[in-house]
């Protein structure tokens, strides 16, 4: 084969099997999504995002049209890819072990990220800032997470793990707030100690086989 002609075969190659860059519009939901852990919503400008995913500000309205709107999108994919699938909807292992392992990983993302917080917990400090569409954005997360949660929970009461005095949907609300409570309280205080008080309360007192 002619050297020009390896050239251009090599160069074919190459562009049809190389790794793919990951697009602008990524990148800007990928820096959004750290900035927003660090200091939540309000502190957070469309400079700083554009900035941290490497591109100018005016790319920004390309892909979105306000800071608002890729919040929005920015929480949608921090509940699908990163609460939701700490959660195993089925077994095995049991219901129960499924539910502490879930809020365990929990526990251990936040010592990782030197105790940030949940995002959904810190935007929704700033709720009464924000517009009407990322509050239902983070309704929607929430309900989303509380659902998978009473649906492991309703499993839990069937196997006879968990008592049934109250519904899985109100036992999962109120795990859920509990969660992000110690969540934001961890902040604050920068250690483990309200996520310990959450798990042991919860797999001791709360979720416990008969009549609570």
Known sequence: ?????????????????????????????EAATAIFCAIGYKACTIEDIA?????VKGSFYNHFKSKEALAV????????????????????????KRLRTHFEKISDI??????????????????TNLG??????????LDRWTRAVAEVIRQAQQE?????????????RCLVNACEGALVRGR????????DDFLSI??????TPGDL
């Open 73 to 96: 999108e920015v929480i949608d994919l921090y509940v699908e890819e990163k609460v939701l699938p700490l959660l195993a909807l089925e077994g095995p292992p049991s219901p129960l």
């Open 160 to 172: 006879g793990e968990v008592g049934k005095k109250f519904k899985e949907d109100i036992l999962a």
């Open 1 to 29: 084969m002619p050297e020009t002609t390896s050239r251009i075969a090599l160069h074919f190659f190459t562009e049809r099997h190389a790794m793919p860059r990951p697009s602008k519009k990524k990148k800007l939901l």
């Open 132 to 141: 009407d569409d990322l509050r239902s954005a983070l309704k929607e997360g």
């Open 188 to 195: 604050v205080l920068r250690n483990q100690q309200p996520f």
């Open 110 to 127: 936040q010592k990782s990220i030197q105790f940030q917080g949940c995002m959904i917990a810190n935007f929704s400090g700033e709720v």
């Open 202 to 207: 919860t797999f001791r007192a709360i979720l």
């Open 51 to 55: 900035e941290k995913a490497g591109a």
